[in-house]
């Protein structure tokens, strides 16, 4: 679920709000529905982001690697006389 910001035009209030589907945000401070969504968050997400993925290709190379391991041995086994 997406968290946004926003200013309010009406009272110049700048807030943070989950917004579920179809809900319209509207200002905490003054109840105004004449708020602007900001573009840009500046929260450090990418970083956060980028350790999981790096953690997941670490975990797809390990699962990888016991699979050649595994492998390998099936092939020793098999072709030791
Ligand atoms: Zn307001």
Redesign the pocket.
């Known amino acids: 679920m997406p968290i946004y910001e926003y200013d309010?035009a009406?009272?110049?209030?700048a807030f943070e709000l989950l917004i579920l589907r179809d809900e319209r945000p509207v200002?905490p401070?003054?109840e105004?529905a004449d708020v602007t969504r900001k573009l840009s968050l500046p929260r450090p997400k990418t970083a956060k982001t980028h350790g999981k993925a790096m953690r997941a290709a670490k975990k797809r190379d390990r699962r990888m690697n016991a699979e050649q391991t595994r492998e390998r041995i099936e092939y020793e086994e098999a072709h030791d006389d």
């Open positions: 309010c009406t009272c110049g209030e200002c401070a003054c105004s």
